[in-house]
């Protein structure tokens, strides 16, 4: 089926985009050839390309000039992409990567990064006549760069981003973009090479060239030191620990939510928010997935990086989430000059999240370093110190509202799962109160622990709705108190629980 470049007002489907990365940044590149996300340098920075948000804030095409059809795929165990172009005269291969750095292999890769964006186009068959249109919009699109053309390239510079194109294909610049069209042959290759220095500095000083052969190499040799998973959906648990790795931030290891921000929960609704941040709710949960997918070693950095982010912890100083290399404040604010994803406004940068009371993490965190205390080995001081933190701090604020696993910015409620997770905090570091040093308290764990138990039995129970609910004293139904019997708080058996999952 023919695929037009890009018709007024369409946009693609969130699954039509596939991932790149290298562990610093990510790009999403659609099905017809556009690079529609880009930040530089980091995950959470300004974007270059965000016509994923509003189709004048920058992309990067390169597509053939007629009408095509596409097909595409992933290189073996990678983050490269090879998609394949076919038209009436020919077909012709666009292999995209995010360059890694040069030689860096199994856990190094993504320590640091080249920062460039490599497109590979190879001939199949025939000939086939292809376009680029390079048209960056730094900071969310509202700085168009200053062009310039020399031999072997162009240059585009814009406020702290300066982007430069390496291409034997004639370019010019035309119309806010640097522009090129030329012919692909079978047998024939042409690369595109993107790469990104600061405007104000200096470019990373790597060891080497940076190619799409040696990141090929990188990511497998990464992947072929977790294979030790052999269960059911061995690929799909594989490629998620791909995806995985390509949401962490490599100087630190912290993981990301997600590689975007303001993708709306449903279209044209107002629920967007900045992803682009580690939850230590979903650092529990990531732990868990990498331990399941045979990655022995991420869960420790995990740990680690959380230690060193949340510092020397004192009472209400440990966030429920926090910038890739331990940032605390990520104050939201809206990008009013941005349309949102097919509409979806608003647009917002940072996380108003991270002020927020959310009792359920104590128990995330603790729970994942109970479950995975053997291959964590011998808790670190800091480690320690935090678990015991998260420990104490279950015990005096159990009984606070909160905001919830769901984030809800409108009232603060005793929400009957985050009771539940403090729970879990109390239990698990009491089992762990030998690894956990001097400060650790279990006879006073233990009396907070019953006391929380009490009061969900007692207060989380409607009669009316014959069932455990989302509140206490609330009648509304909610998923989040599924984790009763997930976390060992009460059988699955049990005969209210029975009647909450039949509710």
Known sequence: MAEPARPDGHQPTIADYAFLSDCHSAALVDRSGSVDWWCLPRFDSPSVFGRLLDPTAGHWTVQPVEDFSAERSYVADTLVLRTV????????SVTDALLLEPGARSHDIGLRSPHVLHRRLEGQRGTVRIRTELSPRMEYGRTEPHYRRFPGGAEAAGGPVTLTLSTEVPLRIDDGAILGEFD?????????????????????????????????????????????YDGDYREL???????????????????????????????????NFDYRYAWLRDLSLTIRSLWLAACPDEPGRLFGWLAGSAGHVRDELVQIMYGVEGERDLTEHVLEHLGGYRGSTPVRV?????????????????????????????????TQQLLVALANRAARTWERPDAGMWEARDQQ???????????????????LATRLG?????????????????????????????????AFGSDDLDASVLVLPLVGFL???DERMRATIEA
Request: proline letters at 6%; glycine letters at 10%; hydrophobic letters at 40%.
């Open 413 to 431: 409620r005793h929400y009957t799962s985050s009771k539940v997770m403090c729970w879990v905090a109390l239990d698990r570091a009491i089992d």
């Open 438 to 470: 001097e400060e650790a308290d279990p006879a006073g764990w233990a009396t907070a622990r019953d006391a929380v138990r009490d009061a969900i039995l007692d207060q989380a129970w409607s009669e009316d709705a014959g069932a455990y609910t989302g």
């Open 85 to 92: 172009f076919h038209t009436v005269t020919g077909s012709v």
């Open 350 to 382: 940072g996380n108003a999240a991270w002020e927020q009371d959310q009792l359920d993490v104590f128990g995330e965190v603790l729970n994942a370093a109970h479950l995975l205390r053997d291959q964590l080995g011998q808790f670190e001081p800091p």
């Open 491 to 493: 059988p699955a058996d």
């Open 184 to 228: 692909v042959a079978a047998g024939h290759v042409v690369d595109l090479r993107l790469s990104y220095a600061p405007t104000f500095g200096q470019a990373p000083d790597l060891a080497g060239e940076p190619s799409p052969e040696d990141t090929v190499d990188g990511w497998t040799s990464w992947t072929a030191q977790h294979t030790g």
């Open 237 to 271: 648990v594989r490629r998620s620990s791909l995806v995985l790795q390509g949401l962490t931030f490599g100087p630190s290891g912290a993981v990301l939510a997600a590689a975007t921000t303001s993708l709306p929960e449903t279209i044209g609704g107002s629920d």
